[in-house]
Every structure is written in structure tokens, then in C-alpha cells.
């Protein structure tokens, strides 16, 4: 029973590349989110999908664009990395009918230099 | 603004005394508050949820309190032992929308 799984776990970016981050989970989940994690600032939210089919902005939206795909998948894709992008990025999932507690990866370390 | 605050970056402990750690929120009506452990490099997991209308919930050797009048819940592990040691997280969800709001957490170390 996977959860929730993203990949890459690490990677380094120059300033100005793009790249997707990509999440899945096998929980039959409605919703699923996108979270930033910076020292000292907690976990924001930057995009949400209620449900297949929608995706609303967060707290943190700027620079970043997401996609989701189906049921089971939701992206993150930033279109010109900047170094303030620099964090470790989190996806979660939640059940909205049943339970309220989120379901959350392990994470992607990115770097922007 | 809303405002979540968790009072201490840093709580030290000998093994087996309890721990108490602090969420305090304003401009804020939270429908449910939660609480989240996370170890380095690792997700938050989820460990407890307490709703508006509810004064204690407890599991095993956790106890949460929500005091709305306060602002204020309270996060108690009895027994502590070092591998308790991790970082936790409580996050408040609103009544017209259900997304969770993080605070910066509380990092727990257990001393055997």
C-alpha cells in the first residue's frame, strides 16, 4: 500500500529552467494538495484540487502551475524556477467524505541556484 | 490576519515526563483543529483531530485539548520516550472552507 508518491525526491535546477513535480496516490482519494515547506515558515499551501476535474489557487501560488490529471495523479509544474522557489515540496491527499486528515508524501528537495 | 502560532520552536525532556506543547490561533474559527508528527525527511503524519464542540480527545499516551475561548489547544504526551523525539505540526481548518492552515511546529527531544 503505497500512499502517496512523488518523484523526483531531489533536485537541482538553474535559475529560469522548468520542471514538473509529479504525484499519484492509490487511495481513491477526491483531493489532493500541494504544500511548501521553508524553515521557519511551515507549510503553505500552494495549489489544491477538490476533486478530478478542478484546481484552485493557495496561499502561494505565484510561479507555479498545476495539473490534474485524473484521480489518482496531481502536478506541479514550475515554468521558470527562481531560486526563492528553493524548499522542500509536499503532496497530500485527503478523503473529503470520510476523513479530514490529509495523507502526505515524503517530499522533493529542490534546489535553485 | 489569521495567525497560528505554536509557542515553542524547541521543547527539551527527560524521558518520561510529559510533554506539553502549545497551538494558539487568532482571527481565526477553526471547525476542527489537528495534529501532525514529522520526522526529518519525512511527510507530516497524521495523529489526532479534535472538533469545535470538543473539549479532549485522547489516544494511546496522547491527549489533545481545544479550549475556544482561549484560542488555544493543547497537545500532551504522557510517558515520553526518545523516540517520541520528532517535530509537530497542528493545523486548523475553517467552517467555510476546509483547507488546513500549518503552524511552523514544535520540535521535540526526548533525553533518555
Known amino acids: 500500500n503505497a500512499g502517496v508518491t512523488q518523484t523526483p525526491k531531489f533536485q537541482v535546477l538553474k535559475t529560469g529552467q522548468s520542471m514538473t513535480l509529479q504525484c499519484a496516490q492509490d487511495?481513491?482519494?477526491?483531493?489532493m494538495y500541494w504544500y511548501r515547506q521553508d524553515p521557519g515558515m511551515g507549510l503553505r499551501l500552494i495549489y489544491y484540487s477538490a476533486s478530478e476535474g478542478t484546481t484552485d489557487k493557495g496561499e502561494v501560488p505565484n510561479g507555479y502551475n498545476v495539473s490534474r490529471l485524473n484521480k489518482r495523479e496531481f502536478s506541479l509544474r514550475l515554468e521558470s524556477a527562481a531560486p526563492s522557489q528553493t524548499s522542500v515540496y509536499f503532496c497530500?491527499?485527503?478523503?473529503?467524505?470520510?476523513?479530514?486528515?490529509?495523507?502526505f508524501g515524503s517530499g522533493t528537495q529542490l534546489s535553485v541556484l | 490576519s489569521q495567525k497560528i502560532e505554536q509557542n515553542s520552536e524547541a521543547l527539551n525532556i527527560q524521558e518520561g515526563k510529559t510533554a506539553t506543547l502549545t497551538c494558539n490561533y487568532t482571527n481565526y474559527s477553526p471547525a476542527y483543529l489537528q495534529w501532525y508528527r514529522q520526522d526529518p525527511g519525512r511527510g507530516p503524519v497524521f495523529l489526532l483531530l479534535?472538533?469545535?464542540?470538543?473539549k479532549e480527545k485522547r489516544k494511546e499516551r496522547l491527549k489533545v485539548t481545544f479550549d475556544t475561548t482561549l484560542k488555544q489547544s493543547l497537545f500532551h504526551i504522557t510517558a515520553s520516550q526518545p523516540a517520541d523525539s520528532a517535530t509537530y505540526l497542528c493545523a486548523l481548518a475553517g467552517r467555510s472552507q476546509g483547507n488546513l492552515i500549518f503552524g511552523k511546529g514544535t520540535k521535540l527531544s526526548v533525553k533518555p
Open positions: 479534535i472538533r469545535e464542540n470538543e
Open positions: 497530500a491527499s485527503r478523503e473529503t467524505e470520510k476523513s479530514e486528515k490529509l495523507f
Open positions: 487511495m481513491n482519494h477526491n483531493s
